[in-house]
Structure formats: structure tokens, C-alpha cells
């Protein structure tokens, strides 16, 4: 790892966090089988916000899915932070999860029984970190949360709800970041709010950042802009639009 990261920072470019390799994905059974991810490559510096769009049913939340090993592909290699998921078993591959990988989902995900700061800490616990009680209550804090530790997720306001799905997502110190159109269902004041924290927080930690979102001007905000369409990487380029377009 050292060797690579030495040998990046001699060609002037970020080591790999993510990288992608023809991978195929059909999900669903019979007449409802479909092809959903089609032969798509892909790399992701370390460090680096990539902005994922594409029309609806284009393979976005599939792509984010198989990146962040929720999702096994039919054929084809993912390696996260030189871990190749094709190697681990399904408990392995949770361990690496728990440990190397955020997820935000659009629909926030909490589960409704457990206060904001169970909600943290327990997936933390799971994951074998100590200290994980302090260490959740730290991580609320930190997306001005405090005062809401024992709240109930129907306690909380939408954009609350977000960032306490975001502190948990962010809490394990993950390599990288997935986010499925973690705005999706906040107003636009709260939503840019959200935003701006995310943005916050990889500044602060650096982390790899994978945002699927259907809003260009967020996607523009990210370091590159990744677009699938029919489950096919379309185009793959900077977020500044050619002088000419
Ligand atoms: N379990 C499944 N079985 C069959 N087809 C599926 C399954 N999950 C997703 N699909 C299909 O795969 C395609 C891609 O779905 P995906 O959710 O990745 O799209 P998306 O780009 O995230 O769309 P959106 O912007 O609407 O969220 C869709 O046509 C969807 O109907
Ligand atoms: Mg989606």
C-alpha cells in the first residue's frame, strides 16, 4: 500500500480508493430479471467527491450499492481501500463495511426504537470500537446535535433525522462515503444545510465522497461528475462544462 501510494504521489495523481472493474449486475427473477449495471468501470482517488447522476432507473442506487458491498455483481472486481470484496465471505464483508464504509440513504434509515445517540452508538458497538457511547455523543455533537442525544427519530425534524444518519454514517471514520440523494427528502434550506455539512466534513477528514443526486448544482460541487445512463457510464469528466457547450 505504501508502495502504491508512493508511486501515485510520483505520477502526481490520488491512489485509488475505489476501483471498479467491468462489473455486471441483474437483479429481480423471470420476466422482471433486468440487466441493471452493464460492463461499467470506474476509479475513485482517495479523497476525492465524485458526483454520481443519471435519469431515474439508470443504476445509480445499484452502482452506490455494489461500491459500498451491499450488492454483489454477477461478474467483474470492486476494491475498496485495496480490499477486493470478490475475496471476503458475507461476514467479512460486513466487518469491512462496519469499519470502511458510510452510508447515507435518502430516506434516512434510522432505526425508530432507538434514541439518536443508540442510533450512533450501537452500529459502533456492533463494529467492535470502543468507547462507542462517547464516541457517538462526540460525533452528534459535531453536526450540532447535542442537544438531541435522547431523542426518538420521530422526535426529530427531517433535516435532524439526516444529520444523525449522517454522524452515524460518519462516526466509524470510514474510507469512504456513499450518499444516496441524502436531500431528497428535506426542503431546500434544509437540504443545503445537509450539503454544506457533508462538504464540511470531508474537508475535515478527507474521506472519499460518492454523491448520487438528481441536482446538477450540488453534482457540480464535487471534485468530478460521474453520469450513467441504461446502466452505462456515459460520461465520466471534470465538473466544469466545456468552453464551447
Ligand atoms: N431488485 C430489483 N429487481 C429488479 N429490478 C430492479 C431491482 N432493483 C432495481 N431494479 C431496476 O434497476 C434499474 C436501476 O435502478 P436504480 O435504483 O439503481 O436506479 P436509480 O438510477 O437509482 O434511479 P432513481 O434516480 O429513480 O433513484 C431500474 O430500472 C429498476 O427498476
Ligand atoms: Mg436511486
Partial sequence: MDSLIETSRLAGTAPDTITISNVNLSLGTGAARVHILKDISLRVGQGETIGLIGPSGSGKSTLLMVMAGLERPDSGEVVVGGTAFNALDE???????????????QSFHLIPTMTALENVA??????????????????????????????????????????????????????????????????????RQIVDLLFTKHAERGMTLVLVTHDSGLAHRCDRVVRLRSGRIEADGGTHEPADA
Avoid at 461476514?91 to 440513504?105: E, K, M, N, S, Y
Avoid at 427519530?153 to 460518519?170: D, F, K, Y
Avoid at 440523494?181 to 431546500?188: A, I, K, M, Q, V
Fill in 122 to 191: 450501537v452500529p459502533l458497538e456492533l463494529a467492535g470500537h470502543a468507547g462507542a457511547a462517547e464516541r457517538a455523543a462526540r460525533e452528534l455533537e459535531q453536526v450540532g446535535l447535542g442537544h438531541r442525544l435522547h431523542h426518538y427519530p420521530t422526535q426529530l425534524s427531517g433535516g435532524e433525522q439526516q444529520r444523525v444518519a449522517l454522524a452515524r454514517a460518519l462516526a466509524p471514520d470510514p474510507a469512504i462515503l456513499v450518499a444516496d440523494e441524502p436531500t431528497g427528502n428535506l426542503d431546500e434550506t434544509t437540504g
Fill in 91 to 105: 461476514d467479512a464483508l460486513a466487518r469491512f463495511r462496519g469499519r470502511q464504509v458510510g452510508i447515507v440513504f
